[in-house]
């Protein structure tokens, strides 16, 4: 396993729609298990193959385990909600839009159905921040980002701040330079390979 790079917005694999996978194989499986590491590395709790660069339906999902310490993670093959129901708002971020979050109304509870990596059926029944998590990855198998679903005037950086309890602080931010910020980060690092 190794963890990959992560791909910020500004890249267009994050707003094309990912291929369904039609075969389980090998360098599928080695994708999920670089995906979990990468995802342990972030750290975060959902991660989506565009993310690191791959246009395949396939996302992996952290839960704390039962210990409250060690981290299950959870590979799916062409997830999709077969069922949604409340409605809750709650703060997101993502890996691909470091320090940024917003307010997003998202189901209480869902089931998703997918596969595993040993092409098993998979269903997983969910609710709070896990069904949250399941709901943002699968946005992004759509070439969704959070901000697409967020509530317009939530956007906010997480500004570091020691005097603050949570260590940041928020400073509110328009969609449209956030959106500029991010482009930036990209064309840099392109201009940096």
């Known amino acids: 396993m190794a963890a990959r790079k992560i791909y910020f917005?500004?890249?267009?694999?994050?707003?094309?729609?990912?291929?369904?996978?039609?075969?389980?194989?090998?360098?599928?499986?080695?994708?999920?298990?670089?995906?979990?590491?990468?995802?342990?590395?972030?750290?975060?709790?959902?991660?989506?193959?565009?993310?690191?660069g791959e246009s395949v339906r396939a996302i992996v999902i952290g839960e704390v385990g039962e210990d409250d310490e060690q981290m299950v993670v959870h590979k799916l093959i062409n997830p999709r909600i077969v069922e949604a129901e409340g409605e809750v708002e709650g703060s997101?971020?993502?890996?691909?839009?470091?320090?940024?979050?917003?307010?997003?109304?998202?189901?209480?509870?869902?089931?998703?159905?997918?596969?595993?990596?040993?092409?098993?059926?998979?269903?997983?029944?969910?609710?709070?921040?896990?069904?949250?998590?399941?709901?943002?990855?699968?946005?992004?198998?759509?070439?969704?980002?959070?901000?697409?679903?967020?509530?317009?005037?939530?956007?906010?950086?997480?500004?570091?701040d020691e005097e603050d309890e949570r260590g940041y602080r928020l400073q509110n931010v328009s969609l449209a330079e956030a959106l500029a910020m991010f482009q930036r980060l990209v064309e840099k690092a392109r201009a940096e390979n």
């Open 92 to 160: 997101e971020g993502c890996l691909s839009l470091p320090t940024l979050q917003a307010i997003v109304l998202r189901p209480q509870q869902v089931v998703v159905e997918a596969l595993g990596p040993d092409e098993e059926p998979v269903s997983i029944e969910a609710e709070g921040w896990t069904a949250r998590a399941l709901c943002h990855e699968i946005d992004h198998l759509n070439g969704k980002l959070f901000i697409d679903r967020a509530e317009p005037d939530s956007l906010a950086w997480m500004i570091p």
């Open 9 to 52: 917005c500004g890249e267009p694999i994050l707003r094309k729609k990912a291929k369904r996978v039609r075969r389980v194989d090998d360098e599928l499986v080695k994708l999920l298990d670089d995906m979990a590491e990468t995802l342990r590395e972030a750290p975060g709790i959902g991660l989506a193959a565009p993310q690191v």
